[in-house]
Every structure is written in structure tokens, then in C-alpha cells.
């Protein structure tokens, strides 16, 4: 990578920097203001990057230099609103200084926390940086990203614009690209992949940033905020995408800020600047993955109810014996909560007496009038969250319709991953499926024991534990899901504890979050309803648990607050040590499971067979699949040795395609002219064999020798093919 590109790269990483002081929350009361000063920054940068995509690709300007422009201009408004903010907050000196002063107050919470706050903060901060490791080291080798992931990131490259093309993987068009979008920039940057593991771990953070925060708004005070992080970093499923170009993580990070934004909306009115955060976050879950929507739309609906409530109960802008402007925090008989500040121990202190079911500071009742136009205006407010989201992500979903009549894709599409049957009986059997691969172990008897129980119960009711309309493809159930692979590995130990904590914060949420039970309640109830919608909506398949990511992220924060109540909580002697002690073996587990997915996970280890350490740069990429890795080298070879430049690909839809736009590269880094011979678009006719100057198959030798032109000469072996004219 050159100097410039290297500028380029930290370019979004000082836009984050200077949108987080920019962005910091005036009010003193704001719960962990830090971090959400960093979740405004990550949406604000998101949503730029995200349509900088779409508005040059409309110009067909996806180009380094148009990027590099826009990033510059973007650099100069965060640096200069940065500068504004400082200086309207009265703060003096250098950055420096402030950087300085700010390690120093770490530094000292570091000293007033326990031992054990010490040992899960660095847990969680050692896994972090390892996982920083792998992802810089190690080149992308996930499966999905060889197939569609990274082979769209070329397409656009290659023609400058985002118009579809014909290709015969229709999940390189159909499938939201919001992430791939992300790594679009870095390709731009970099002229290569290096850095684009990058991506899905810097969601990572962000995800254990608003879960902590969630758990702070939740009335957690430090240890629950800790705790909940470690859940989530020790969860092999997030310490293995932290390190990939897959894009479950990305979604997770969007919804967790829709999570975060929407809790506030608890204690306050929104303000313009909440409602284009709020629709921001909200549109790029859409633009990146759709199942983060089963998310979304439940935490919407949260907000809404909250921002309705304080309407019709009057301005909660007033406190008992206060002036103007003070917010009105809801208590425990309402829907809102009171959470710990930045940096402290304690929840934060409510404003006035509470009466039970209502709201501090207001008057008697509100007039019917004035409770009218609050609703209304709660309304607006709402619409135009959806306007907001609506503007991130429909574009994509405007060429989508375009192409297929359908804002969601394909019929294919539509009906391979949504259920086909809504029946209660469907629901349940989908639903237990799913939760027995998400609980998975590494006991073979009690996961056999289990699925057949699922399937003799499916059978008792009239359904076929197979059946296509509930199941994706031509796939089994049950599979293992228990080994550390980054597409399937179950999360049994975080499951377990978010399933207590729902109950507990369902049941007793006054035991778990004296500060804050309504609106913990009103929260557990938004992550059941999503895992409900979630089962009710998405087949089960063998990688369902990515899917699930974005829900383990919204109920770690309960599994958080259910553990510091538990270490809390005054017992008696015996049963005290009894809890406590299988509290901390649960947690130490989970510690050893998170570092023995970085050390022996796949595709990507530390130590053993494919380490990132000893695997060559080449070999790493085709852990998957290391048979392939010379049969692609010598297709390669042959082709552009025959000085091919137009060249023909046959494959099927879970062929991998990435290799080829590495291998048939220019010397320059031009990207080669690839184009299909097989398009599953209707109104994309694919090119003709006789216009090409060699063919490049994967898959199947059939499907190959049907495109190849009379005369050519096919030569094939084990995956990949490739055919030539005469000489």
C-alpha cells in the first residue's frame, strides 16, 4: 500500500475521532456519553460512506480519486466541527493535552475497579487485540466472501458504477450490499484486500461499545456493563467474524445502535438530530442485511411507545422545582430508566418523586388538545425516521425492483430463506430447531437425545421436522454446530445466560434493575419478540446462528444485568458461595471457549495446521477448500499466458469466483474483463463464448463443455476448468 493509500485508510478512523468529540452529548445527565458520542459518530460515518457509494456510483465515479475527495471534504467538516465544539464547550490546549488527561482519568478508574472488573476488562481488551491481530494478518478466506461478497466489491470496481451485470450467482445482486459497500472504500484505498477483515472487527467494538451502554441505560452500573461485554467477547461466534469479510457482525453493530439510540427515546423527547441518527442506524440494518429488520422493527415500535407515552403525558421538558429544559427521567412504573454514568459505579439520579405509573414534573394532566398534538407530532417524528431510513437503503432497493419486480429479489431468493408456513405448529418445530443448533455442545449424546425429541414432538403434531417449507434447501436437521467454525459454531454459554436473564427481567426485572424495571421489562419484551419474529420469519439451516448474531448482541445486556444481580444479591453464607461460585465457573468457560476459538477456530487460527503465522499468504485463502488452491494457480497460469484479456466464466451459484479476479490481474492491478456465460437475470443476457478469448470454468465439467465453442480445447481438473482457441 502506498503513503497516500495509507492516509487514505486512516481517513475514516480521524473522522470518527473528530465526530466523537463533535458529537459528544451536551447534557450532563446523558447515560455512558462517551460512548454514545461514538455510536453517533459510527452511524454519521456510515451513513456517508454508504451513500458516497451510491451517489458516485450513480455517476459511475467509483474511482480512487472521486473517493479520496469526498473524504478529504468529509475529514475537513468532522475536523472543523470537532475544533467548533471544543471551543464552544470552552475547552482550551491541544488535542494532545486532552488526550493525555483522558488516558489519565482510564488510568484511574483502572485503579478504583475491583479485581474483578480488572479481570473482565482485560479479557475483553486482550481478545480485542487479538482478534486486531488475526484480522491483519490473515487474508479473507470466508466462503460467502469467495462466492459473492467480494466478487460484487470487483464488479464495481471493473465498471465504475453499481448496475447490476450479468452473472449466474444472483446473491452477488440480490443480497443487501451495505457492508460490501464499506469494503468498497478500502479496495479503493488500498488496490487490494488487506485490510478488508478490518470491517467486521471494527463492528465488533462497536457492538461490545452499545451493548455495555445498553446495559448502563438499563440501570447496570460498571460490573453489569463489564459483564455484559465479556459475554459477548468470549462468544465464539463474535470473536471468529471479528476477524472476516463475512457481514453478520456489521448488521449485529447497526441494530445494536438502533438499540441504544431507541432507549433513549425512553427518558426524552427525540430532537431533530435523534430522529436522523435513529432512521441512519436504522436504514444501513437494511442496507446490509435484511434479518437485522426483525431487529429493528421491534426496537422502533419501543421508541415509539416511549416517545407517544412522554407526548400524552404532557413536555416532560419541566421538573418538580426545576427550570426549563431539565429532562424528566421515567421511573420504575414507567417504561424509561435511570443507568450509570461514564465511567462510574452508580446509576444515575432520578429528577423528583415518582408516582406510581407516572411521570415526575408534570401537571395535573395534560389537556386533551395538547395530548392530541403531542401524538401527532410523535407521529411526524416517526415518519420521518422512516423517511431517513428510507433514504439510506432504498436505492438498493429501487435497482432491486427495477430488476425483479420485487424490492426483495428473485422468487429464489424470496422463498429459499423466509418460511413458507406460518401455522403455530410450523412456528414451534422452526423455533426449536433453531434454538437446539444455537444451544449446541460438544455432547453428541445430549444433542442426539434432543433433536429426537424435536423430531418424534414434530412428528405428534403433524409436521415433518424436513419439511422444504421450513427447511432451507435440501438441508438435514440436526447438524453439529458446536466446533469453532466462523459460519456455524453455536454460543450454548452466552444463549443459556440471555435466556435467564429474559425471564428474570420478564418475571423479577425489579430484582435485576431496581432503577430501571420498566424499562428493562419493556426491553426483554422487544429481544423476545425479535427472537419470535426471527423463528416465525427465517427457515432453519445449518448457519442459521450467524443470522441470530444481531439477537445474541440486543440480550447480552440481560444476561449482564441478571450476573451483577446475581454477584449482588445478599444471600445466605452457603447459598451465596454456591451461586457465585457456578456464576464465576460459567464465566470462566466462557473465557476458555472465546481464546480456544481465536487459537484453534476456522478458517482462521492462531496455532495449528492453517495458522495465520506459518500459512502462506495463497494457502490461507483456500482453507476451506485446499485442493482447489493449485488447480485455480495452473487455470490461471495457462490463461494468461495465452494473453487472454476477455475471459468467459461457467459456474453455478455457490461456485467461487474472488480467485479469478485475483489470479488474472494486470501486473498494474487492473482489474481483468471477466464476464459470465451464464446470467439467472432475465433482462441480462449473458456474453457469447465467441466472444471471449478463454473460458474459466468451476463446478461442473457438463455445464462447461455445453459453452465451450467447437474447436477449443477444454482442459480440466478436479474443480476448475479452463478452455482456449487453437492455437
Known amino acids: 500500500m502506498s503513503a497516500a493509500g495509507f492516509l487514505l485508510v486512516a481517513a475514516p478512523f480521524a473522522v470518527v475521532l473528530s465526530l466523537t468529540v463533535a458529537l459528544r452529548p451536551r447534557r450532563t445527565d446523558a447515560i455512558a456519553p462517551l460512548r454514545l458520542a461514538v455510536v453517533r459518530a459510527a452511524v454519521v460515518t456510515g451513513a456517508f460512506a454508504v451513500l458516497v457509494v451510491e451517489l458516485l456510483g450513480a455517476l459511475r465515479l467509483l474511482t480512487l480519486p472521486a473517493f479520496a475527495v469526498a473524504w478529504l471534504i468529509f475529514l ?53 487485540l487479538v482478534e486486531l491481530l488475526i484480522a491483519l494478518l490473515a487474508e479473507p478466506n470466508n466462503f460467502d466472501s469467495q462466492t459473492y461478497h467480494l466478487p460484487k466489491v470487483e464488479h464495481w470496481v471493473a465498471q465504475r458504477g453499481l448496475e ?14 451495505g457492508a460490501e459497500y464499506l469494503l468498497l472504500h478500502l479496495r479503493l484505498f488500498t488496490g487490494g484486500d488487506a485490510l478488508h477483515n478490518l470491517v467486521q472487527w471494527a463492528a465488533g467494538v462497536g457492538c461490545l461499545l452499545a ?44 441494530v445494536a445502535c438502533v438499540a441504544t439510540l431507541a432507549l ?47 407526548a400524552y403525558r404532557g413536555s416532560p421538558g419541566r421538573a418538580v422545582g426545576g427550570a426549563p429544559g431539565r429532562p424528566v427521567l421515567v421511573g420504575v412504573g414507567a417504561a424509561g430508566g435511570a443507568g450509570a454514568v461514564e465511567g462510574r459505579g452508580h446509576p444515575a439520579a432520578t429528577t ?88 449446541d455442545t460438544p455432547l453428541a449424546p445430549v444433542r442426539a437425545g434432543t433433536a429426537e425429541a424435536i423430531m418424534e414432538g414434530a412428528r405428534v403434531i403433524g409436521v415433518d421436522p424436513q419439511d422444504r417449507a421450513i427447511t432451507f434447501g435440501r438441508e438435514v436437521f440436526p447438524v453439529p454446530a458446536w466446533y469453532p467454525d466462523e459460519d456455524r459454531v453455536a454460543f450454548p454459554l452466552a444463549g443459556a445466560l440471555a435466556l435467564v436473564g429474559a425471564v428474570l427481567a420478564l418475571a423479577r426485572p425489579a430484582r435485576v434493575a431496581p432503577g430501571a424495571a420498566g424499562a428493562l421489562r419493556a426491553y426483554a419484551v422487544v429481544v423476545v419478540a425479535a427472537v419470535l419474529l426471527h423463528a416465525t420469519m427465517i427457515k432453519w439451516q445449518p448457519w442459521g446462528n450467524r443470522l441470530l448474531l444481531y439477537a445474541l448482541i440486543l440480550a447480552a445486556p440481560l444476561a449482564g444485568l441478571w450476573l451483577d444481580a446475581l454477584f449482588r ?36 487460527r492462531l496455532v495449528g495446521a492453517g495458522s495465520v503465522f506459518t500459512t502462506s499468504e495463497w ?46 490481474r494486470d501486473a498494474d492491478g487492473r482489474p481483468p474483463e471477466l464476464v459470465a456465460l451464464e446470467s439467472v437475470l432475465p433482462d441480462r443476457p449473458p456474453a457469447t463464448p465467441a466472444s471471449t478469448d478463454a473460458i474459466v470454468c468451476t463446478g461442473s465439467p457438463a455445464a462447461c463443455v455445453k459453452l465451450v465453442p467447437t474447436g477449443w480445447v477444454l482442459t480440466w481438473q478436479g474443480y476448475v476448468g479452463y478452455a482456449l482457441p487453437p492455437t
Open 352 to 439: 423528583g418523586a415518582l408516582p406510581r405509573g407516572g411521570v415526575a414534573g408534570t401537571r395535573a394532566g395534560p389537556s386533551r388538545v395538547a395530548g392530541v398534538a403531542g401524538v401527532a407530532r410523535t407521529a411526524a417524528r416517526s415518519l420521518l425516521v422512516l423517511l431517513v431510513a428510507l433514504a439510506v437503503a432504498g436505492p438498493f432497493l429501487a435497482r432491486v425492483q427495477a430488476e425483479f419486480g420485487h424490492p426483495l429479489g428473485p422468487p429464489r431468493l424470496r422463498e429459499s430463506i423466509p418460511m413458507e408456513r406460518h401455522d403455530p405448529a410450523s412456528v414451534l418445530v422452526n423455533a426449536l430447531r433453531i434454538g437446539h443448533t444455537a444451544l
Open 76 to 128: 475537513t467538516v468532522a475536523a472543523g466541527a470537532a475544533v467548533w465544539r471544543r471551543r464552544r464547550d470552552g475547552v482550551s490546549g491541544d488535542p494532545a493535552a486532552a488526550a493525555r488527561a483522558g488516558l489519565a482519568r482510564l488510568a484511574g478508574r483502572w485503579r478504583t475497579a475491583g479485581r474483578g472488573e480488572r479481570l473482565l476488562a482485560g479479557t475483553v481488551g486482550g481478545l480485542v
Open 164 to 177: 447490476f451485470w450479468p452473472t449466474a450467482i444472483h446473491r452477488q445482486v440480490t443480497i443487501p450490499p
Open 211 to 254: 451493548a455495555a451502554r445498553i446495559a448502563a441505560q438499563l440501570g447496570g452500573a460498571r460490573r453489569a456493563q463489564l459483564l455484559t461485554a465479556f459475554v459477548l467477547a468470549t462468544t465464539p461466534m463474535v470473536a471468529l467474524q471479528a476477524t472476516s469479510t463475512q457481514t453478520d457482525l456489521v448488521c449485529a453493530a447497526w
Open 619 to 664: 494457502d490461507t485463502r483456500f482453507l476451506r477448500r485446499p485442493q482447489w488452491a493449485d488447480e485455480f494457480r495452473v487455470a490461471a497460469d495457462a490463461v494468461r499466458a495465452s494473453g487472454a484479456r476477455r475471459i468467459g466464466l461457467v459456474q453455478q451459484n455457490d461456485n467461487w469466483e474472488y480467485p479469478w479476479w485475483l489470479l488474472l
Open 264 to 310: 433513549d427515546g425512553l427518558r426524552r423527547r427525540a430532537g431533530a438530530g435523534t430522529l436522523l441518527l435513529l432512521g441512519a442506524a436504522a436504514g444501513l440494518s437494511a442496507v446490509t442485511k435484511t434479518s437485522g429488520l426483525i431487529g429493528v422493527g421491534p426496537l422502533l415500535l419501543l421508541w415509539s411507545i416511549g416517545q407517544l407515552r412522554l
Open 569 to 604: 444479591r445478599r444471600l445466605a453464607p452457603g447459598r451465596r458461595s454456591v451461586a457465585a461460585g457456578l456464576a464465576a465457573t460459567v464465566l470462566a468457560t466462557s473465557a476458555l471457549a472465546g481464546v480456544l476459538a481465536l487459537s484453534y477456530g476456522f478458517p482462521r
